[in-house]
């Protein structure tokens, strides 16, 4: 026991007496790994194809309609996605997602799936009165 106690204090004596244990990280070092990398703005505005004076974005939900034991049949965010094209809303990205609320397990009631869409901001009040929040409002 004390020759295994003795090889620890020795090995920890010898790994210790690199320089990497008493080496002080440098503050900068994250800054200069990606100094050359581009920012997020410029990503975004070359994959959407908008420049940097684009109007502000906001994401919206609206349940998908799916109830638990299958009882509801879900919409699919292209197809619900339709209602706002027809209306001349802009979409630039949609998704389906959990609320991630909690729910009582009942069938039909709903399971908490909703499609979520990216609009401009200035189409808020339209998409509000189509029956559609704002994705911030919900509590979590």
């Known amino acids: 026991m004390r020759r295994l106690v003795s090889l620890l204090f020795l090995f920890s004596l010898v790994a210790c007496g690199s320089d990497n244990c008493r080496k002080q990280p440098d503050p900068n070092f994250f800054a200069k790994k990606t100094e050359n990398l581009p920012s997020f703005k410029e990503k975004t505005a070359s994959k959407t194809g908008l420049g940097a004076g ?63 869409y990216e609009i401009q901001s200035s189409n808020l009040d339209m998409v509000k009165k189509l029956g559609y929040k704002e994705l911030k409002s919900i509590k979590k």
């Open 54 to 116: 684009s109007t502000d974005w906001v994401q919206v939900f609206k349940p998908d309609g799916s109830l638990q034991c299958g009882m509801g049949a879900a919409i699919s965010p292209e197809e619900m996605g339709k209602e706002l094209r027809d209306q001349g809303i802009r979409i630039k990205s949609s998704a389906k997602q959990n609320d991630s609320l909690m729910r009582i397990q009942v069938c039909g009631s709903p399971t908490g799936m909703i499609n979520v």
